[in-house]
């Protein structure tokens, strides 16, 4: 079966660095578009990021992280990755990987699979 499994969550100062992975089996990566979401306590969940499967890697970036995060895939590893830098406390969340079929996954209901997240604590 499909399983996303995210790594690489974990407590941080602010202005630190972390580089979620989110590693899948039962399916072929470079056939899925990948999706970042976070949900952080008391919050709805928000997208983050997402890259396409397209050949140019097209991505998008929400607007709070634009600039610090960068998402990527190595689909010969069959893994996605968030570098994630410049960290704030408003960036504390459980982080998602998900993936779509769809080329520009715009919206989480064209996610067909997630992973379980990864607590990731911006802190000092």
């Known amino acids: 079966q499909v399983q996303l499994v995210e790594s690489g969550g974990g407590l941080v100062q602010p202005g630190g660095s972390l580089r979620l992975s989110c590693a899948a089996s039962g399916l072929t990566l470079d056939n899925y578009s990948i999706g970042w979401f976070r949900q952080a306590p008391g919050k709805e969940r928000e997208g983050v990021s997402w890259?396409?499967?397209?050949?140019?890697?097209?991505?998008w970036y929400a607007d709070s992280v634009k600039g610090r995060f960068t998402i990527s895939r190595d689909n010969a590893k069959n893994t996605g990755y968030l570098q994630m830098n410049s960290l704030k406390p408003e960036d504390t969340a459980v982080y998602y990987c998900?993936?779509?079929?769809?080329?520009?996954?715009?919206?989480?209901?064209?996610?067909?699979?997630w992973g379980q997240g990864t607590q990731v604590t911006v802190s000092s």
């Open positions: 890259i396409s499967k397209s050949s140019d890697g097209s991505t």
């Open positions: 998900a993936t779509a079929r769809t080329v520009v996954p715009w919206y989480p209901y064209e996610y067909d699979y």
